[in-house]
């Protein structure tokens, strides 16, 4: 599956931005998908995924309540809904895709595909 991400940019603190991230390829609904971010110097870390059927969804702590996953199987999309950004948001955001992964999939080794990112940055 070939993964393409969208929708970065500069936005201020309490800002919102969506990102979108278009598969193709593959049959979507075989994947769980998933959101990781990535700040420089930083390690890339989970923020977010979604199951095949978007029915389970898991989210990391420090966006919990302001970010919101969702799928449309139908568009063969996963989008990001970010709210009230931080400066500390402020990363290369990667979407992510694994024929195999658990709903509950939060580790980079669990997904195998992963698109090119696309830079969110917040200002204080």
């Known amino acids: 599956v070939q993964l393409q991400a969208s929708g970065g940019g500069l936005v201020q603190a309490g800002g919102s931005l969506r990102l979108s991230c278009a598969a193709s390829g593959s049959p979507f609904s075989n994947y769980v998908m998933g959101w990781f971010r990535q700040a420089p110097g930083k390690e890339r870390e989970f923020v977010t995924a979604i199951s095949r059927g978007g029915g389970v969804t898991n989210y990391a702590d420090s966006v919990k309540g302001r970010f919101t996953i969702s799928r449309d199987n139908a568009k063969t999309t996963v989008y990001l809904q970010m709210n009230s950004l931080k400066p500390e948001d402020t990363a290369v955001y990667y979407c992510a895709a694994d024929r195999y992964a658990r709903n509950q999939a939060k ?17 204080s």
């Not at 580790?107 to 200002?123: C, D, K, L, R």
């Open 107 to 123: 580790t980079v080794a669990e997904y195998a595909y992963w698109g090119q990112g696309t830079q969110v940055t917040v200002s």
